[in-house]
């Protein structure tokens, strides 16, 4: 007679040690994966600002300082420095259509001819931002492109090297172009309220409509006019994409800081404690000595 063939299975007992024991592995790895994407990602937002920082030498380089600038063959100043930097960010064909949709029109910024306006140039998107990839639109049915990065108008007053006042050549940088920021984060909010990178109203009226957007001071305490918001304004500082008064000062969706292009081409990470020598950090000609963590 065959002596019937054991059956190979497992108990409840042994399932739930098995689950368990997966369950574990899973919670030690799942932050490993999420700190190295994490890292990633800003290692690719901060080689994002380095290009764009040397994209705005080769532009001072040929145009013999820094944009905005104006003159025969250069779009209405109402364009961002971003988008002056477009020939010179392999995006010569956007460039093109851009001079010539100032010419048709030079004020309102129809799209067309304006196509720039909800053009996505993703170099100027951090790749921890995934809701900048794709043209957005804002409560009152305006559909544009958004970046992640901002000039530093300067600390308080227009001392630094990126703001309204066209062609600053590197020269006037006498704190030593290691020792200034030109380039910052700073995520557009969820309100879309700031963060257009081609053009739009309000780059420099701080109060409840839009901005900043193009450029940005930096300061070590709340100042500002906007009622509906409470500081701190233009303080680097943790912030939010759903709190619209995070636009007021530069922040990142990376943990701990932000990072930050200088004006000898070079781009780092700060901290959130560097916020006590950023100031000293974004004016040109301060005289100030700052040793950089």
Not at 37 to 64: E, M, T, W
Not at 66 to 78: A, D, F, K
Not at 173 to 195: F, H, I, K
Not at 210 to 223: H, L
Request: aromatic share 10%; with cysteine; glycine share 10%.
């Amino acid at each position: 007679m065959v002596a019937p063939q054991k059956r190979l299975a497992v108990t409840i007992v042994e399932l739930l040690v098995v689950l368990g024991v997966t369950g574990v592995l899973i919670s030690l790895v799942l932050p490993a994966v999420q700190s190295v994407r994490a890292s990633a990602s800003r290692a690719a937002c901060q080689n994002n600002l380095k290009q764009i920082a040397l994209a705005l030498h080769a532009y001072h380089d040929q145009q013999g300082g820094l944009p905005p600038q104006t003159g025969p063959g250069s779009p209405n100043t109402s364009l961002r420095w971003l988008g002056f930097l477009l020939p010179y960010v392999e995006q010569e064909a956007l460039w093109t259509a851009t001079v010539q949709a100032f010419r048709i029109d030079p004020i309102a910024f129809h799209n067309p001819p304006h196509i720039g306006y909800a053009t996505v140039v993703k170099l100027y998107t951090c790749p921890a931002d995934g809701r900048l990839l794709v043209p957005l639109t804002d409560q009152f049915g305006v559909t544009a492109a958004y970046g992640s990065y901002v000039g530093i108008f300067g600390a308080r007053s227009p001392d630094g090297v990126l703001g309204p006042e066209p062609g600053i050549r590197f020269a006037a940088v006498t704190d030593g172009m290691s020792q200034t920021v030109m380039l910052g984060e700073r995520p557009p909010p969820d309100s879309l309220q700031a963060g257009r990178w081609y053009t739009g109203s309000g780059e420099y009226r701080w109060g409840t409509d839009r901005g900043p957007d193009g450029a940005m001071f930096v300061i070590t305490a709340a100042w500002a006019s906007d009622p509906q918001c409470i500081g701190p304004f233009y303080v680097f500082s943790y912030g939010r994409t759903d709190n619209p008064c995070d636009r007021y000062h530069l922040w990142s969706l990376h943990p701990g800081g932000a990072n930050f292009a200088f004006t000898d081409g070079s781009a780092r990470f700060l901290g959130y404690p560097a916020s006590t020598i950023l100031p000293a950090l974004a004016t040109r000609d301060g005289g100030e000595v700052v040793e950089i963590p």
